[in-house]
């Protein structure tokens, strides 16, 4: 890619959305015309969505190519596989040898990353760091050993593909009997799609990063709250974001300003459906695969059972909803009675949804409820553990001493764990202490949270008390527990950095260019803790190796290969480095990560 | 637990700062184990330039002397960091150019809000061009004001310093009231170009935009300008107001 970006586009004259585009019902669906008819008539066929068709046994082959839709009215070319959004599901088995022929019809080099499968990496898919990625016109053979089960998915890991339109399921069945029962199986990928050129959409965040935030406080909120609540409290609360130019909406980079949100590749006005009988147990494979949305997903009605997340069983835990980051997986089970339920999915900064449908035939469908009002961030998503009432309502240029005060439980009590530890060593739990890298002071960050939360019952903004019990990381308890039963030899921290106003995005204030590898010692037990200096939650994803989450005591939850920090969030994790060679780790969030939020990891 | 020393943003580090380079153990993305052979293919967008025009007003000014056209622009181009940046403004009257300011200057990030700018300023239109060095400041302070301050040298030892400010304040998510306000001084009087020692000029302004989207916003608005000192004297020797009211009609646009 030629080191400069063009900014040239047309001026929009056409007013921004107000609204999210709820898209076509057909989508780039054509039917009745065979595919290669109308290739041979308009020379490419269009991309079909909504039924990935499934591909399974040893031998797979993946073509990329350029591939018409259609989600808003608009023609656009998206980027698939096999002409498909999403992807072929592939169906793979245990223990089997795949090999998997991927061809490179674009014009440019292209990747598929096989999102939370342990290989050799070589095989892991990521340009410029497993491989030499993919030039035009050539087929590169991917061959690997399955040695786990679970529900994960694939992507594109080159530019912007993968919001384009390059992604799928992969679903490894186990050998002997899946101890998750169902009578029937849906995945359910929800991903974005936006019209406009994705790099388009990053120069424009590069110029003024709240964008696509039509949310922003106004004039008007502020009256309503003086009217509410008083002209003081109206102040204060703004005060302390106004100081500090941060801004409380700030939920997400992108909206459904731009952006559509689908579910398998339909919109919400193609509603997607999955067929059930009555009382059946029905197993929901949730992907989260879009580029920048963070996912609240419910189904008014039903009760969801999550077995599985990320690819790997846990112990049954019932809720309401869920929210999941881009990369992350959920696989839960339901039992519907009715005739019909809507699957809802609204984007964690409420501008839209993805939506379809469980029903007992087609053409049903059941309310679709309404988007939950808009929250505006806490300070405890701000600045962590500090409690915000004890300060009292002044809180002049946040440096007062602090030590008469009541911080709401958790930073203490970690000071106490860390002198009083029980158990074992010095490394028995996750060291409370935060160190900020000197790289945190300066242009790169615009806030560093000394206080982190490292609770991890909190569902997060948007979904706190609101009447239905959402699943938290705390919830989940991976069977069988850790893969290795060592504690950590050694702490690594990592800051989560990123300056909103000039939108730039990195790990300990350094963006991916100026930075240096993470080097893990081959076999040895290493604890993570990502402790995140920012207002957003970042999906962190680490290839090729788990990451085992643990409580703030140090006890084991859940092993997970993308893991969701929240703003003022601390999170440890212990990885065992296994697997020799280079990986990729960054946030999933696609814009992040490209600029900069990512890191090399050695194991050697 | 040390909260005494808790400060969110900016700042220097402390001696005893992590080193961000700890866990490398040398490594780098070029070079060590399971290294691709030859230079670093993977580029993100960090290291990537990219760039924007801004014209904030470009506007029909109307006083009751007389109409002209005004304009205020500024560009970038660069990386995050380290940009190359152009700014204009002036007024052209009766098809002449009557007043304007054109700098190109190095723009440096040295903390989280902030950039330092370097360069040169060229002064044309009525009377004798005039070049200048120009050392500023430019960013966002708290409470949301863009702030741009910048001071010059000149030829015989001439100096001047220019501060402006702009704030937005949303009324609705479109509808936004942009109050703004500059101010112009000078080190020694400069009458071929009718400018007095000390305070010469200041401005403050009322515009109302309209964002059909954030890159197109047509506005309305009022300014009041006033010329101060000596350089109201050489104004009224001129015939010309020293204070007046403007009314103005144009577009905020970037690309």
Known sequence: MPPLRPFHSPLPLVPARRRFVRGLVAGGVMIGLSPWLRAAAQGLADTRTGAAPVLSGTNIDLVVAESPVNFTGTPRMATTINGSIPAPTLKLREGDTVTIRVTNRLREATSIHWHGIILPYQMDGVPGISFQGIPPGETFTYQFRLEQTGTYWYHSHSGMQEQTGMYGALIVEPREADPIRADRDYVVQLSDWTDEDPMRVLAKLKVQSDYYNYHQPTAIDFFRDVADMGLSRALDKRAMWNQMRMNPTDLADLSGATLTYLMNGVTPAGNWTGLFRPGERVRLRFINGAANTFYDVRIPGLKMTVVQSDGQNVEPVTVDEFRFGPGETYDVIVTPREDAYTIFAQSMDRTGFARGTLAVREGLSAAVPALDPVEWLTMADMMGAMDHAAMGHDMPGMKHDMSGMNHGAMAMDHGQHAMHGMTGGAMAKPSATVRHARTEYGPSTDMRVDMPRTNLDDPGIGLRNNGRRVLTLADLRTIGGPLDPRGAEREIELHLTGNMERYTWSLDGLEFGKSTPVHLKYGERVRVILHNDTMMTHPMHLHGMWSEVETPDGQFLVRRHTIPVQPAQRVSFLVTADALGRWAWHCHLMLHMDMGMFRVVVVS | ?255
Do not use: C
Request: cysteine-free; hydrophobic content about 40%; charged content about 25%.
């Open chain 2, 1 to 255: 637990m040390d909260h005494g020393s808790m400060n969110m943003q900016g700042g220097p580090a402390p001696a005893d700062a992590r080193d961000p380079h700890a866990y490398s153990n040398g490594l780098t993305l070029e070079s060590g184990p399971y290294a691709l052979p030859g230079p670093r293919q993977l580029r993100l967008s960090d290291e990537h330039a990219f760039g924007s025009v801004l014209l904030d007003r470009l506007e029909r000014v109307y006083t009751k002397d007389g109409n002209a056209t005004a304009y205020d622009a500024q560009a970038w181009f660069g990386g995050t960091y380290d940009r190359l940046v152009l700014k204009a403004e002036g007024d052209v009257a009766k098809g002449k150019l009557e007043e304007a300011r054109t700098e190109v200057l190095w723009g440096h990030a040295i903390a989280s809000y902030w950039d330092t700018q370097l360069g040169v300023r060229q002064d044309s239109g009525t009377g004798p061009d005039r070049t200048w060095l120009a050392v500023g400041i430019q960013g966002l302070a708290p409470y949301w004001f863009d702030v741009d301050a910048t001071a010059y040298v000149g030829g015989a030892g001439r100096t001047a310093l220019r501060l402006s400010g702009e704030y937005e304040l949303l009324l609705t998510q479109r509808l936004i009231l942009q109050p703004r306000m500059e101010v112009n001084l000078y080190g020694r009087r400069d009458e071929a170009r009718g400018l007095g020692s000390g305070l010469a000029d200041a401005a403050a302004g009322l515009r109302l935009r309209y964002e059909f989207s954030r890159q197109f916003a047509p506005y309305v608005g009022v300014e009041w300008a006033g010329k101060f000192g000596q350089t109201a004297d050489f104004a009224r020797a001129e015939g010309q107001r020293t204070r007046e009211t403007r009314y103005v009609a144009g577009v905020r646009l970037w690309f």
